[in-house]
């Protein structure tokens, strides 16, 4: 057993580390031989590339089967080192995606224009970026997938546990495609998981959030890749991925570095798909359920919320009794008022408040995983506002709250739904305390609307 590094994602601060970090896993490692078994394997997984060659920027898509099921697969090419050079092969992770229940799974993206080379053995060395022209290696490996390795530190795929791999022929065209040459410019899913994910939901996987709650983007990342955007410092790209409940993506890359998460709710609700930062591309609204079961069909469906957008907010102090039927809102206060949600927490960017319930949720403390040693280990320790500024996760709300029948845990029940422009949040009241507010799956609602799956 073995853990695959990426090297050629290690920014230069962490260079000088090097070398102490690699005697730190070797140690690790020679721990988790002892204390691991294999994974079953499943039948020899194969994968396939649409189109044998292309050039830089043209879309590449990789399908895959023989895989387990429901387990992360990482895309990645892997490029022969300069002459004489440590190491003899560099690893460029440009995606992951995770296999269904048929061990099968499709990635899309974009064939990248570019790479570095650099010999971590000769600092002084400056790296080189290289354009990719000619053949090249891509794998999708299954590595095995914990959060608990390394007393509990973070996410790691440590080892390869299945793989299949295709040869690519590349077309050089300098001005196209997203490139891939440090930490911070290559899609490297360590720095999402390390400045957004580990914080607030590493506790959940490891169950040592208090209180308890639910997960805040998901447990495991779903989907990564490319995706064009003007602005985007990759050549009119940004690295992105998907989770559960959101996606994170890098548009501005720089140190440190500035991520955040996507305005997928007004892009569904508005059918505006975001290009840029004044780039849309027009297309229809999302007719997904925006909360329950996934494939769920009772309740209010994104489109419904169109025209909501500019109704007026609730009378600061009220009780919140709207219920959306059949696309249309009306009172009930025989089958809402006793749950007593108020209304208020009015927001002047865009003119509406945030029910009551929710705008606890938003300023509510818990436990933050902290870093506290190398190689990266996590304590629990410490208390923190979960969102911070409030409305970093959420966005702004672009909706009132309105009440719902949804079907959860397959049995239809009255759901308190709201709108913001990044995520959805849900009151069940039936719900056990620690998950009676939660946040809706608009990362897998927003996948599926993008990409037709």
Do not use: C
């Amino acid at each position: 057993m073995f853990y695959r590094i990426n090297l050629s994602a290690i920014s230069k601060r962490r260079q000088t580390r090097l070398g102490v970090v690699a005697v730190l896993l070797l140690i690790t490692q020679l721990g988790l031989l002892i204390a691991y078994t294999p994974i079953a394997q499943a039948a020899n997984p194969v994968i396939k590339i649409e189109k044998d060659k292309g050039e830089t920027g043209s879309q590449l898509l990789v399908r895959g089967s023989g895989y387990d099921p429901d387990k992360l697969i990482s895309i990645e090419i892997i490029q022969k080192n300069k002459p004489n050079t440590y190491p003899d092969e560099l690893v460029y992770r440009i995606g992951l995606v995770n296999s269904d229940a048929k061990g099968e799974f499709t990635w899309e993206g974009f064939v990248p224009v570019s790479y570095v080379t650099v010999d971590y053995l000769s600092a002084e060395q400056p790296a080189q970026i290289n354009p990719f022209d000619g053949p090249i290696n891509i794998e999708a490996t299954r590595y095995d997938y914990d959060t608990q390795v390394l007393g509990g530190a973070q996410i790691r795929y440590g080892t390869p546990e299945q793989k299949a791999k295709a040869t690519f022929t590349v077309t050089a065209n300098t001005g196209k495609g997203p490139k891939i040459f440090n930490g911070t410019g290559s899609l490297d899913a360590e720095l999402f998981l390390e400045k957004l994910w580990n914080p607030l939901d590493l506790p959940v996987a490891a169950l040592k959030a208090n209180p308890n709650r639910g997960y805040i983007w998901g447990p495991r990342p779903r989907y990564a890749t490319y995706e064009p955007y003007v602005e985007g410092s990759q050549n009119g790209y940004r690295p992105v991925i998907y989770f559960d409940k959101s996606r994170m993506e890098n548009t501005v890359v720089k140190q440190p570095a500035y991520l955040t998460n996507g305005l997928l709710v007004t892009e569904m609700v508005r059918g505006e798909m975001q290009l840029g930062d004044t780039s849309f591309s027009k297309g229809q609204p999302s007719d997904v359920f925006v909360a329950g079961d996934l494939g769920s069909n009772v309740g209010p469906r994104f489109n419904t919320f169109q025209p909501l957008l500019t109704v007026a907010p609730y009378p600061d102090g009220s009780i919140i009794n709207q219920q959306l039927k059949d696309g249309k809102v009306q009172l009930n206060p025989a089958a809402y008022d006793s749950f007593g949600v108020k209304a208020g927490n009015q927001i002047k960017e865009t003119k509406h408040g945030v029910a009551s319930v929710f705008w606890d949720y938003l300023n509510q403390k818990g436990t933050v995983a902290t870093l506290s040693g190398t190689p990266p280990i996590y304590s629990y320790g410490k208390s923190d506002n979960l969102f911070n500024p409030t409305f970093y996760a959420t966005g702004y709300p672009i909706t009132e709250a309105y009440w719902a029948e949804v079907t959860v845990a397959g049995q239809v029940k009255p759901v308190l739904v709201q709108l913001f422009e990044r995520r959805v949040l849900t009151y069940t009241p039936s719900n056990p305390p620690a998950y009676q507010v939660e946040m809706g799956n608009v990362g897998l609602q927003y996948f599926s609307w993008r990409y037709k799956r």
